[in-house]
């Protein structure tokens, strides 16, 4: 993820702006005039919201972002104008509608909680002068970005005119079109490049009432199939994200504290968005938008996620958690396809790792310098049977999965069930094969397929064998 940092896409917002207010204070009593909380504000502040939120979240990730929307002509509108400048938006291109009301969303928060809040806006479909006009300076801007987002919050500047008219234009140019979808008729949006509804969201649309795998993969490929989509996405709040490319996989959430969705689906499409418009595999894409949405929602309000706290995120959970790092096969082969994509260089070992003991954690640390990542294959409890006995393990091939995932040096565990990790092996196919001292000298398996072998010398009387053995005569 460290080589983001030195991308820089282009990324056009089309939607729906508005400031979001904020009044932080504190309360002490209820008025005297009314059962009502009086906070007594000591601090306030706005911020870009709606569109303008998800044009914060691109610019704080590196993105050159440029926005594009229909306003009115008042104060709010001067100060959106203000703010988008001091965010140092790449092009401004606002369309001033007289009679409209620019949305200004505030909200009184006490003690890190929301007690009220008020707006002001126009939620009327814009002119149709308005709509023409904006299409105009999209189909004369569209050849300077790299991907394009959608941000319908239901204002009335995505009309189904001007939906359309984008995806048809930004397909005939080959660009992407990506939109946080809004209301229940997502035909608007049809030709689009992906759709990021909530649960809440795709069932009101589909009409397919999510309760279980299946009917989230009836509701997923109806959208898909309705909307033209290229790829169909589901955000699942604590559960994640489902997408269907070419079959359905859940992708699980990975944030730790939640304070505040408030923006969280924001983040999302402008992480997907940020990085698709960098190159990476939708896969890459949705692991990467799970990470910046797990720091959002750890924050009060509409917040935006920096390239640097996702890194750090991102570590910080393979620290406190080993779990996350045991892949299924599945998983394994994506993560595999894209760290070569990436130019990572992949080793792999196996091996039972019954009772871990200081040989195998030297091993293993030697094995992860011979490259970037390192992929420990672990024998299944009836693998370790055939091959040791009908007494072993000991331990668990989830505990052994687990304990192996949580050393710094091992990024990711897989269980395999035969007595060779052959299969897996052809599934990953690693840059190196690590074995121990034992096979120097001798065929190993899957060495056909890796480039190169590397053999790792034992640490004398380090064994799971001997351990056991002593166990049993104290």
Known sequence: ????????????????LMIDHYLWGNCNRISPEAPVQVVAVNKENSVLGGAGNVVNNLKQLGAVVDIMSVVGQDEQAQELTHMLEQAGIGSIQLIQQAGRTTSKKSRVIAAHQQVLRFDKESTAEISAPAQTELLAKF????????????????????????????????????????????????????GAYLLTPNKKEASEASKIDIVDKDSLNQAIQYLKDTCALDVSLITLSEEGIACLDQDLQIYPTVARDVFDVTGAGDTVIAALAFALGANYSIEQAIVFSNLAAGVVVGKLGSATATLDEIIAYEQSLKQVSGSLCIKTWDEIAVIARDLKRRGQKI???????????????????????????????????????????????????????????????????????????????????????????????????????AKEVKIVDFVAGKSTTGTIEKIAKS
């Open 1 to 16: 993820m460290i080589e983001l940092k030195s991308k820089h896409p282009r990324i056009l917002v089309i939607g729906d």
């Open 139 to 190: 189909s004369a801007h569209i050849d300077f970005v790299d991907i394009i987002v959608l941000s319908d919050y239901g204002k009335g500047v995505l009309t189904d005119f001007v939906t359309r008219e984008i995806i048809r234009i930004a397909r005939s140019k080959n660009k992407r079109v990506l939109v946080d979808p809004k209301g229940n008729d997502y035909s608007k949006y049809t």
């Open 347 to 449: 080793v792999f070992t196996n091996g039972c790792f019954d009772l871990l003991h200081t040989g195998h954690a030297r091993y293993l640390e030697q094995a992860r310098e011979f490259g970037d990542v390192l992929i420990v294959g672990v024998n299944s409890d009836a693998s370790v049977s055939r091959l040791k006995g009908p007494s072993r393990p000991i331990n668990s091939e989830d505990d052994r999965a687990y304990i192996l995932a949580s050393l710094k040096s091992v990024d990711y565990t897989v269980i395999f069930h035969e007595d060779t990790p052959y299969e897996l092996i052809k599934l990953i196919q690693p840059n190196v094969l690590v074995k121990g001292g034992d096979y120097r000298g001798k065929e190993v398996v899957g060495q056909d397929i």
